[in-house]
């Protein structure tokens, strides 16, 4: 299972667009990017999911390099409501998904 | 549908004795998890079912620590004896069997809380 790695923590003011970024760098060819959120005392929930180029929804943006040894997180224009531990994971599709999750990166938005 | 469902909500027990956590997953998923989360170790995979069929149980701690699936609709995890340091956020997740497409989206319930005094 490919290792990911992102910063502990950030901070934010309002309104600003927020970048967070994760390292896999032994993603394997068949692995997906997902991107969950998690609010305290809530289960993680699920934001995006890409494989390579650019993916977006209504919540949010990733960006994978051609490489895909990384990627971006974009929330754009963050709200306090935005502030939750946001968790970067790699797999595979296909097959049996065991699906772990790293330390995440807690995000702070300031008023 | 309502989601994931666990209880208990909130569970305070003393040190020795059986802890039983129920969860409900969502009708149609292949798929249940259930996760551990503590301050320290994070949110950790304890042990996953595919089809009612455990998968992997490299996660689970300890033999204390048992889960059982015996239909689509209902998994238990339990803990016998419990012990302080089992204190924690216990999650259950459901999904779809991955695709080419994707991996499938996990579907968390509310958790339940743990406190062995």
């Known amino acids: 299972l490919a290792k990911t790695t992102q910063p502990i923590s950030m901070d934010s003011y309002e309104g600003q667009e927020v970048n967070i970024t994760c390292s896999h760098n032994n993603i394997a060819t068949n692995d997906y990017i997902t991107w969950y959120q998690q609010f305290p005392s809530q289960g993680p929930r699920f934001i995006i999911q890409g494989y390579k180029t650019k993916v977006t929804n209504e919540v949010a943006s990733l960006f994978i390099p051609a490489d895909r040894k990384s990627s971006t997180l974009s929330l754009p224009r963050v709200s306090l409501s935005d502030t939750a531990v946001y968790y970067c994971l790699v797999g595979y599709s296909g097959g049996y998904q065991k699906v772990t999750f790293g330390t995440g990166t807690k995000l702070q938005v300031i008023p | 549908d309502a989601g994931v469902i666990q209880s208990p909500r909130h569970e305070v027990t003393e040190m020795g004795q059986e802890v039983t956590l129920r969860c409900k997953p969502i009708?149609?998923?292949?798929?249940l998890f259930w996760y551990r989360q503590t301050m320290m170790r994070g949110l950790e995979l304890l042990i996953y079912?595919?089809?009612?069929?455990?998968?992997?149980d490299s996660g689970m701690p300890e033999d204390r620590f048992s889960a059982k699936m015996p239909n689509a609709s209902f998994s238990t995890l339990k803990i016998q004896p419990s012990e302080p340091r089992d204190s924690a956020v216990y999650f259950c997740a459901s999904s779809l069997h991955p695709t080419r497409q994707d991996t499938g989206e996990l579907f968390f319930g509310e958790g339940s809380r743990l406190t062995v005094l």
């Open positions: 079912f595919n089809n009612n069929v455990p998968i992997d």
């Open positions: 009708s149609g998923h292949d798929y």
